[in-house]
């Protein structure tokens, strides 16, 4: 592999910073002593959505655990600097993270929905929090379906098994379960990668719909799918977030030659 200078970078400060939903200070993230994240600061806008992309290994999944403290599961697992979400460091001791976690939800790589019903998979958590308005519940599973364009193949079977659903259907059930806690952010860990071809654009146009919404990042290996949805991206190499830019700068014409091989396929 190339030999890259790794102190070029290039990383845009967003022009609205009134507009920043969540950001990184000089984050860190040690999985015992080997450091997956070695200082990133990056600042995400609201209602958009930013893909994370680079090389397998590159800390990209890390990186998006770290920003509702997933890693926190994670055995030996150190994370230092900030987290700022509406003023509050999410990394802090003080936060309550079960609360943090409703407003900044996850979706992961292979859909995971719970062995109950279309219903019970939405209002589970919601029932957890103590909702028990049968109608508001009613009317929640009802929403979140629709965002996640899946209410009009699922209507008639909200209390069949969710295992009985297709990936790409249980997919779109995994967002709605996550969107259904009215989250500010909605963090995606490669949301498509274990779905077909027919799957995956409807989930991708899904998200797009979920952007007037929501704050979207999401991890991506897949460079097209970055391209086509997101606003913003940011390219990981060894635990650096090298390059930040609108989408189509990236693509088009990055600023950082380790960024360009990578969209142009030369690694990775
Ligand atoms: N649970 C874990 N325990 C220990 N080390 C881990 C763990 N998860 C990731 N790592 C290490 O952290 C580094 C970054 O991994 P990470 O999974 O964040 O990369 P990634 O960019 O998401 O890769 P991929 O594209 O393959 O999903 C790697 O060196 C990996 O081995
Ligand atoms: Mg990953």
Request: charged fraction near 30%; include cysteine.
């Amino acid at each position: 592999m190339k030999e890259y200078n790794l102190a070029d970078r290039h990383i845009i400060e967003l022009k609205k910073p009134e507009e920043i939903i969540i950001e990184t200070k000089d984050l860190h993230v040690f999985y015992g002593k080997n450091e997956a994240i070695k200082g990133v600061d990056l600042p995400f806008e609201k209602n958009k959505i930013t893909a994370l992309i680079g090389p397998s290994g590159c800390g990209k999944s890390t990186y998006l655990r770290s920003l509702n403290r997933m890693n926190d599961e994670i055995p030996n697992t150190t994370v230092t600097g900030e987290i700022i979400y509406k003023n509050v460091d999410v990394n802090s001791k003080e936060v309550d993270v079960y609360e943090m976690r409703k407003r900044i939800g996850m979706v992961f790589q292979r859909p995971n929905p719970f062995s109950k019903s279309i219903y019970e998979n939405i209002t589970f958590a919601l029932k957890r929090h103590g909702e028990k308005d049968k109608k508001k519940l009613d009317e929640i599973v009802e929403t979140s379906l629709k965002q996640a364009a899946l209410w009009d193949q699922v209507k008639d079977s909200l209390h069949q098994s969710a295992h009985a659903l297709s990936g790409g259907q249980q997919q779109r059930l995994c967002i709605a379960r996550a969107i259904a806690m009215k989250p500010d952010i909605l963090l995606l860990d490669e949301p498509a990668s274990a779905l077909d071809p027919i799957s995956t654009s409807t989930v991708e146009e899904t998200l797009i719909n979920l952007k007037k919404d929501y704050s979207i990042i999401i991890v991506t290996h897949n460079m097209q799918q970055a391209a086509r949805i997101s606003d913003y991206t940011a390219f990981f190499y060894l635990g650096y977030a090298i390059e930040y830019d609108d989408t189509r700068k990236i693509f088009t014409r990055p600023k950082i030659k380790a960024t360009e091989d990578y969209v142009s396929g030369h690694f990775g």
